[in-house]
Each structure stands twice: as C-alpha cells, then as structure tokens.
C-alpha cells in the first residue's frame, strides 16, 4: 500500500531537506537540459547574441548614434566597426566559454521553471489565503526577470562595452580583449539586471514577513539612491550617462516596492478586521 505524503506539519526538519534537495535536483536538470541545447546552438549562442553587443549595427548604438545626432552630442556611439578584437589566449579557454555560456543560458531560459521548484517548496508551508494572493508568483518574478535581462543587454552591456571596449589610454595599446573578460562584461549586465528587477517581489515578500514597512522604504529613500547609484556605477561603466540610464527603472522599481508594500499591509489589515469580526 502507497504510504501518504506527509503535510507541513508532520514532517521534520531532514524530510524538508530531502524535499528541498529534490526540487533542487530538478531545477538543475532542467537548467542542465536547455543548456545542453544551448551548447547545440553555438553559431547563434555567440555569432548573435554574446558577440551582437559589440557589432556597430546593433540597435542600440543606431538609436544612441541616431539620438546623439539630433541633440548634438559626441557621435561615440556611430562607430562604422568594432572598437575591438576578442582573443583566446589558453588553450582550454573557448572551450571553457562554451561550456559555462551554456550553463547561463540555461539558467536564464529555465528561470521560471526554476521558480517554479521554488514555489512548489515555499507553497505547502503558507496559508490558502497567502497562496492564493501570490498565485501570480511565477508569471509576475518572470516577467520581471526577463525585463531586467533585456534591459541589461541592450542597454547596460553596449554601453559597458562602448565605454570600457573603446577606452585608450595610448595609440600603443592595442585592443585586443580577452574572450573571457568579455563575456562576464556581458554576463554580469544581463544577470545583474535581471536579478535587481526582482526587487518588487523581495519587498513583497519582506513585507509579508514584517521585515520591511512603507514607512522605512521612504525612511530610507535617499539611502537607497545611493545604493542605486553605487550599484549602477558597479555595473555600467564610470559615466554619468551611463549611470542615470541605468539608475532610472531601479527607481521607479523602488517606487513600485513603496507601492506594494502599501498594499500588502492594507490588504493585511483588512483581513484582520474580518477575522475579528468573524470572531
């Protein structure tokens, strides 16, 4: 006879952590699985997408050479051809590159399964009420995640490469960058990004917790845009252009954060008041 799953309740800490290890086991097949299709892929993995930041005719630096033009600007971003050369130096380098591109690419293609295993985890613990006020979880932290990785790589990538690729310091030096250099330039904007576009859902949950209020978020606005900025500076190169293009949808994701905070604690409260008048 089938021996029924245990609830929450009955199950001790090792059981969590034997389930917790099997739906860990099953986001990194799945991670493993899209990115062993990736590999497959490797004319378009790095031909379009990993070196496409770096070719002039990409759309970023036609609309950044078109919008400089109009306003009068430094014409930096209308290069007719690459600022650089990308070298591989050690033998085991490009296929290191290959291997590890693949793996990235598989945990950002299988985020939202990922999340998935997250919330199958995290679900059996939270009330039916909480369950069914996250119940668009997965769709909203994969939107958000997606938007941040598009954004990293068709704004802050091209402008970390233009900026850090088309740097001299001398006539002498020769550009010839490193394939490795190069592609964590590239990786760090696109996960940054996307991992940093999370910040809604960390608040939501903060709040949901008691951890963070409305009150402490604009408390401590002016502090967090300096965080901002120090994290735009981090991972943009050392221009205020740069910078402001990046800092500005951290903020307005700041803004948003005050906003559901608000409204995870009014709907706390009224759920309160029901609860005691039920009583």
Known sequence: MAKNKKTPDEMSFLDH????????????????????????????????????????????????????????????????????????????????????????????????????????????????????????????????????????????APLSINFLGGYSISDTVIREIDLSSYISTVRAAVIACGLIFELPIIIYFLTKIGLVTPEVLRKYRKIALVVVLILSAVITPPDVASQIIVAIPILILYQVSIYISKVVLRNEAKKMKRNAKSS
């Open 17 to 156: 952590l034997e389930e917790l290890r099997w739906h860990l086991i099953r986001a990194t097949l799945a991670i493993v699985i899209i990115g062993s299709i990736a590999f497959l892929m490797k004319d378009f993995i790095f031909g379009t997408v990993i070196f496409g930041p770096m070719m002039p005719e990409f759309p970023t630096y036609e609309v950044f050479c078109n919008l400089s033009k109009m306003l009068g600007f430094s014409e930096a971003f209308c290069s007719a051809e690459p600022l650089f050369t990308v070298q591989s130096r050690q033998m085991s380098e490009q296929f290191s590159a290959h291997i590890w591109t693949s793996i990235w690419a598989g945990f950002i293609v299988g985020f939202p399964y990922v999340l998935y295993e997250l919330w199958k985890f995290i679900a059996p613990g939270l009330y039916d009420s909480e369950r069914q006020n996250a119940r668009g979880f997965i769709f909203i932290a994969s939107a958000l995640f997606f938007t941040g990785v598009l954004f990293g790589y068709y704004v802050v």
